[in-house]
């Protein structure tokens, strides 16, 4: 059996890091599967998709690594639209998706493990989100 769910999240851009554990969760209970595995997908071509421990410390060195990996302040051929070359070469390093594999409905994630959307962006968005359940 394989169930979807849609969510629209909002960021703020500028490697904006959401927590989107709990929706997680609650679409794997929701779906009443006990044992399989769940993908969760961002639309989009400026975020991506991670685990990460969601501590202030570790935000702020995960933005770090971005800015000194792929810089805002140099030139993108891209940047001729809107300014934001750096984001999309972000998103495509981190990738639009995770799986996730869960047994008795729950997730295999770690103690200090949570699923998170990365807007790269220079702007807030509203970033549509599928959350796709398969399973038995």
Known sequence: MIVTTRLNIKTQGNSDVVDITHEVVQAVSEAEINNGSVTVFVAGSTAGITTIEVEPGLIADFR???DRLVPRDIR???DAG?????????ASLLGPSLTIPFSEGRLALGTWQQVVIVDFDNRPRTRPVVIQVSGE
């Open 64 to 66: 770090g690594l971005w």
């Open 76 to 78: 993108y051929q891209h």
């Open 82 to 90: 809107e300014g934001n070359g750096f984001a999309h070469v972000r």
